[in-house]
């Protein structure tokens, strides 16, 4: 069986293929490993392998791992759905957010970021499938949001984060996720910092590099099945 480091390596070489074979940079994806249910143990095990950046969908869990592992360079991304009284803990500990649907949330979050942290990175997670069962606010109702959240003092509006309905089907995938990026392009062009398109995991992130995605957020392959 493959160590982590063995297959950060693998993870990392797809990566840059897909984004060379689009005629991109392979340094313009950045690699999320998603390290919810994986205990302190692996993410230091990818931290040394030359992982930095790791994505947690639970509160709890991830501030037991963030307070296990006081390594430099570590940034902690919370990349699940938001309830209002984990804000604080996630304004306290985390340097990105990539799943704010609201602006209640994003009104929680600035205030409560400590301001020696200086501004929390968010993403706003769209509901690109338009799926009942996941979080995310409606493609069409995205720029106001931004609107309403930008001028937030503790907060960084830096992009879009979706997460679409499973698919096979490259071309469909690529299809769901264009709409997104486009949006995303519009929105760049009043709002310079959103640089970020948080799209593509690991059925559909050959897909999404594709279409624009900046980070791509992959578990199991790096991993292993969760425990």
């Known amino acids: 069986m493959a160590s982590i480091a063995e297959n950060i390596s693998a993870v990392?070489?797809?990566?840059?293929?897909?984004?060379?074979?689009?005629?991109?940079p392979a340094a313009s994806v950045s690699l999320l490993a998603v390290s919810k249910t994986q205990g302190p143990d692996k993410v230091r095990e990818a931290y040394a392998a030359g992982q930095r950046d790791f994505g947690e969908n639970y509160v709890q869990e991830a501030l037991s791992?963030?307070?296990?592992?006081?390594?430099?360079?570590?940034?902690?991304?919370?990349?699940?759905?938001?309830?209002?009284?984990?804000?604080?803990?996630?304004?306290?500990?985390?340097?990105?957010?990539?799943?704010?649907?609201?602006?209640k949330i994003a009104q929680r979050l600035s205030a409560q970021r400590p301001a020696n942290l200086g501004p929390l990175n968010i993403c706003i997670q769209v509901n690109i499938s338009e799926e009942d069962s996941k979080s995310g606010v409606a493609l069409a109702e995205v720029a106001d949001l931004c609107e309403a959240i930008n001028g937030l003092e503790n907060i960084c509006l830096r992009g879009l984060m979706a997460i679409p309905a499973p698919s096979d089907d490259i071309e469909q995938q690529r299809?769901?996720?264009?709409?997104?990026?486009?949006?995303?392009?519009?929105?760049?062009?009043?709002?310079?910092?959103?640089?970020?398109?948080?799209i593509g995991m690991s059925s559909d992130y050959a897909a999404a590099i594709a279409e624009g995605s900046t980070i791509v957020r992959i578990g199991s392959a790096i991993f292993g099945a969760r425990s």
């Open 12 to 24: 990392r070489e797809e990566i840059g293929k897909a984004a060379v074979g689009c005629g991109r």
């Open 65 to 103: 791992k963030i307070s296990a592992l006081p390594l430099p360079g570590l940034c902690w991304h919370f990349i699940g759905p938001i309830q209002s009284n984990k804000t604080r803990e996630i304004a306290e500990h985390f340097q990105w957010v990539h799943s704010v649907d609201r602006l």
């Open 175 to 198: 299809l769901t996720f264009r709409p997104l990026a486009q949006l995303l392009q519009r929105l760049a062009a009043k709002y310079p910092q959103m640089d970020t398109l948080s």
